[in-house]
């Protein structure tokens, strides 16, 4: 059973950057895709970046340019650089992986494929 652990959540102001640390415990030879989703107060979970095995990336219109989602597999750590942050970046983010092997743009926009999922880190961006 895969757990995932995130840290690096926090308070910015606009403009600042954090990174988001996921870290894989536990049966992640077999994880295959990976990803990172946010929920807003009031809002449904969206996917903000994937990735797939061979390292190639995407990710949400809102966040491109913006956001670098990376892994290092020596660690089993997934990452989320944030950069030029907004105030409506504010949500929690979670990390996800999954045995099954998707595409980037999968792992971005099939939330429903994930079957293991982080407890979530708060970021809260002030204007």
């Known amino acids: 059973q895969v757990q995932l652990v995130e840290s690096g959540g926090g308070s910015v102001q606009a403009g600042g950057s954090l990174r988001l640390s996921c870290v894989a415990y536990?049966?992640?030879?077999?994880?295959?895709?990976m990803g990172w989703f946010r929920q807003a107060p009031g809002k449904e979970r969206e996917g903000v970046a994937g990735?797939?095995?061979?390292?190639?990336?995407s990710y949400a219109d809102s966040v491109k340019g913006r956001f670098t989602i990376s892994q290092d597999n020596a660690k089993n750590t997934l990452y989320l650089q944030m950069n030029s942050l907004k105030p409506e970046d504010t949500a929690m983010y979670y990390c996800?992986?999954?045995?099954?092997?998707?595409?980037?743009?999968?792992?971005?926009?099939?939330?429903?494929?994930?079957?293991?999922w982080g407890q979530g880190t708060q970021v809260t961006v002030s204007s």
């Open positions: 990735i797939d095995f061979g390292g190639r990336t």
């Open positions: 536990g049966g992640t030879s077999s994880t295959c895709s």
């Open positions: 996800a992986a999954d045995d099954l092997c998707l595409t980037a743009l999968q792992a971005l926009v099939r939330m429903d494929q994930f079957a293991y």
